[in-house]
């Protein structure tokens, strides 16, 4: 008697989406309400008799809590083999989609609101950087295990793998287990640091936002802060003394408060600093009330980027920066090392490179005498030019005539740091890298692989012609996208090119007898 067994019932392998984590309820209502403030604070003021704009005012920020709510309860993310999906909206459905082999960075934000729950912002990117970000993924609130599972699984395309003894583990909130790899520590953050953070002037930005913030809600609400309290002491100490003096005075203050503000700028972003290595991929840890966490996975690190404005280059200091795919300056996580000794820059960019020294130190060649020729004329000519502005504005009333008269003072300060940016320019052939060096007031060195660079563009202004130089620039799919290397030689632009990527540019030069 023969027995036919029933065909097994086939396995489903739909992947179950997953929610944002209902405990950011309790928290994003009231942040929505915080940012909404100005409107019926303004409405208020404007409106003291409980009419139509409060009304309108109140309505806006209602909105504002029900939207956000309803992005919380209908967002649904989940991760398949091919691609990380995001469905969100109610009345506006927006489904969107990432292929896993376009991910290449995962950058993770907690800030104090979520940190009081435990929980994380998620932004995935995948190196383009378009104005309406329809190439990042964003999860509003995850948990930190979950982002830890979620930075793994994107960045390596695969789960880990607990083996004994190489960590706690942990659970990711999805029913599965992974463990935390082990890291190799590449840098910490040490308190002597900020003794460089006075001198980066970061601080400037952050004091001229405020200051046009204030101005401006000054202005649309019909304020003079000038006639309250210490400002209108100041004001009216500033137009009872002379005006040399004044602007003096002013200035000091300025550099003292930009000062105190890039101090605090500088430790509220880099405090707890950590950079490590783990699973083939470098990991950034930062922050002091927001804290930030990037993974960069090291094959698609393009080179090192080392930044030393004049005031932190003086004290002998420097910043380290990562040219990878996905990431640029601008959003700030791309920096591997805060301002610090440059001394340990150079062991950071050693370490991130794997190499057993910094590519960056070695010898540049200089570039032809004519390029300092053009640094000394433009930084020359700008004072100058300057200087018969500020004439012409006394001559005719309008300015005083002790101004264009201090503008001179600047030539020999000009010339100096035309001198300077001279000095530094430069550029050098490794085995593996390509090196420049360029500026005064903020030099940059600049270690690129050489099988990051995907193209050359030459480029010759009129000056540039006419004193036999060029520029330079590599294209790369990372960073910026181009970094030149200015006012070289004509010859010595072709050579490097060619010799950098063999090949590449034999089909359109031709040997000169």
Known sequence: MSTVEAPAAPVSTEVAWSRLDWRMLLVRPAVDVIRSLPLPVGALLFDRAGGFWQWIALAATGFTVVVSVAHILTARYRV????????????????????????????????????????TALKVGTGRHTKDRSDELV?????????????????????????????????????????????????????????FSPFALSGLATVGAIVGFVYHYA?????????FGPLRSLAEYFTAGPSALAIVVAAVGLMVLVSLASVAGYVLSFWNFRLTRGNSALHVRRGLITTRSVSIEEDRLRGILLRQPLPVRLLGGA???????????????SVLLPFAPAERAHEVAASVLREESDPGT????????????????????GVLLLAVLLFLGAWIGFLPGWLWKVALVFVPIAAVVGWDRYRNLGHALTERYVLSRKGSLERETLTLKRDAIIGW????????????LMTLVATVAAG???????????SDALKLADAAIPGLLSPFLEDVP
């Open 80 to 119: 398949t083999e091919e691609q990380m999906e995001l469905r969100t909206g109610i009345l506006h459905r927006r489904h969107r989609a990432v292929p896993l082999d376009r991910v290449r960075t995962v950058d993770s934000t907690a800030e104090l609101k979520h940190r009081l729950f435990g929980l």
């Open 219 to 227: 202005h649309e609400l019909h304020v003079d802060p000038s006639r």
């Open 362 to 381: 070695v010898p540049l060649v200089r570039h032809p005498r004519r390029a300092l020729n053009r640094r000394l004329n433009r930084a020359i000519g």
């Open 319 to 333: 910043r380290c920066v990562a040219v990878a795919s996905g990431l640029t300056a601008r959003t700030g996580g």
């Open 480 to 490: 910026h996208g181009s970094y030149p290397i200015t006012d070289m030689a004509e």
């Open 457 to 468: 563009k030459m480029d010759r202004s009129f000056f540039q012609h006419r004193a036999g």
């Open 139 to 195: 999860l509003d609130a995850v948990s930190r295990a979950e982002a830890q599972r979620l930075t793994t699984v994107l960045l390596h395309r695969r789960p880990e793998v607990a083996e004994p003894g190489d960590g706690a583990p942990v659970d990711s909130g999805a029913g599965a287990i992974s463990v935390q790899p082990k890291e190799s520590v590449l840098a910490v953050f040490d308190r002597r640091w900020i003794r």
